[in-house]
């Protein structure tokens, strides 16, 4: 199956209130766990791609490639969208050159007026070439790539002008952080969730900061628009806890228990544990 945006993919779990996860990928690990668990899940999923992630792993060119052969080799069989997160200007122009599917145009750290005048352009060139575009409103809390933003919430008449650009799919700033949530945090402010909602109509919105949200949270968010949750840290902790356990037990000494591809392999489960989490929580299994 080829790539595809994440237009159908959320449109279907907006209507059935379930919504899609975004797993952020960092190497060739990361991404044969995600799609291997999608596709055994029979779930819908987006592979997320930093502009960091995508230099350490040579380029997207490179992304780009390594997700079409993965796709082929491992019969794939549900719908899979390679998606920039949290990009620049210019880094949206070089994932749609490289073949992502689809992007997420950052501009919240813009004025409004000059977010709106780059997504709009943005908005232009995706369409023409049938990829799906993310925008963000109101910064999302913690640290993304060196990038840090306090979780401010996201002004609903902002919102709807942004939307109102043919976005695809929102994110919106609702308290929620990137990273671990400190013990002081307040919450999701579902009060401004509602109200962005009432102002967007049938978009799609986005939660990002999906890593320490209670899952209480998480399904009202669902059953308030939010069709898109994103999800990176919760799988680098589950992955360097399996990996450090693997090494404090001495496995990486016995035989070739050094061989990166045991040396690794207790990490990818952890990851398709994680992954399978949050793929039940978030109710897309057997929608694919």
């Not at 044969?32 to 992630?53: H, N, R």
């Not at 109102?164 to 401004?192: C, S």
Request: with cysteine; net charge negative; aromatic share 6%.
């Amino acid at each position: 199956m080829a790539l595809v945006s994440v237009k159908e993919m959320l449109e279907k779990a907006l209507k059935g209130k379930y919504a899609v996860g975004q797993f952020n990928i960092n190497n060739l690990e990361w991404t044969k766990a995600v799609l291997a668990t999608a596709e055994e899940l029979k779930s819908p999923v987006i592979l997320g791609v930093s502009e960091g992630a995508g230099k350490y792993m040579t380029g997207f060119k490179t992304v780009v490639d390594m997700v079409k052969a993965m796709i082929v080799s491992m019969n794939i069989t549900v719908p899979v969208a390679l998606h920039l997160d949290h990009g620049t200007y210019e880094g949206c122009y070089k994932c749609i050159e490289a073949g992502f599917s689809s992007i997420m145009f950052d501009g919240s750290h813009f004025a409004i007026e000059e977010n709106i005048a780059k997504t709009k352009e943005l908005v232009s060139v995706c369409n023409k070439k049938g990829l799906s575009i993310e925008a963000e409103v109101g910064s999302i809390g913690g640290e993304e790539d060196g990038v840090v933003g306090l979780g401010e919430c996201a002004d609903p008449d902002e919102c709807k002008k942004i939307a109102d650009l043919g976005v695809t799919i929102l994110a919106a700033g609702i308290g929620n952080i990137h990273g671990k949530y400190p013990e002081n945090w307040q919450g999701l402010r579902f009060d401004v969730l509602e109200k962005i909602k009432a102002k967007t109509g049938d978009m799609p919105l986005v939660l990002h900061g999906g890593t320490g949200i209670p899952t209480d949270m998480i399904k009202k968010a669902i059953s308030l628009g939010v069709a898109k949750i994103n999800v990176n840290t919760e799988c680098q902790l589950a992955f360097q806890e399996a990996t450090r356990k693997y090494i404090e037990e001495g496995k990486d000494l016995v035989g070739k228990g050094f061989d990166p591809r045991k040396l690794l392999a207790p990490g990818v489960e952890a990851i398709k544990a994680t992954v399978k989490e949050k793929m039940e929580i978030f109710g897309s299994i057997g929608k694919a």
